[in-house]
Nanobody
Framework: QVQLVESGGGLVQAGGSLRLSCAAS????????MAWFRQAPGKEREFVAS??????AYADSVKGRFTISRDDAKATVSLQMNSLKPEDTAVYYC??????????????????WGQGTQVTVSS
């Protein structure tokens, strides 16, 4: 059974940094796209970043501030978030999908999800 467990969320002031991690288990993920999404209260879940082998993609709103990385040996995917803004406040979810046609930036492109971790950025 596939399990994704996020960690690293918390409360930070605007301009600060956080690093989210997601540990995957239950299958081999080395060839699978992995991604981070987020969902703010009253809003739909939205794409943040993805990584497929060594190719990365980012939402425009986080480009230049967030960095996604993966360690296939440890089956983890991380999201380094710098220069955080209050509008980054959301529950952040990691996701894993079977390889599909790019760009794979929709919720429906991913098959397995973590439980989410709260990120709150105060102004």
């Amino acid at each position: 059974q596939v399990q994704l467990v996020e960690s690293g969320g918390g409360l930070v002031q605007a301009g600060g940094s956080l690093r989210l991690s997601c540990a995957a288990s239950g299958r081999t993920f080395s060839s699978d796209p992995m991604a981070w999404f987020r969902q703010a209260p009253g809003k739909e879940r939205e794409f943040v970043a993805s990584i497929r082998r060594s190719t990365t993609a980012y939402a425009d709103s986080v480009k230049g501030r967030f960095t996604i990385s993966r360690d296939d040996a440890k089956a983890t995917v991380s999201l380094q978030m710098n220069s955080l803004k209050p509008e980054d406040t959301a529950v952040y979810y990691c996701a894993v999908g079977r390889p599909r046609l790019p760009p794979m930036q929709s919720v429906g492109d991913y098959d397995f999800w973590g439980q989410g971790t709260q990120v709150t950025v105060s102004s």
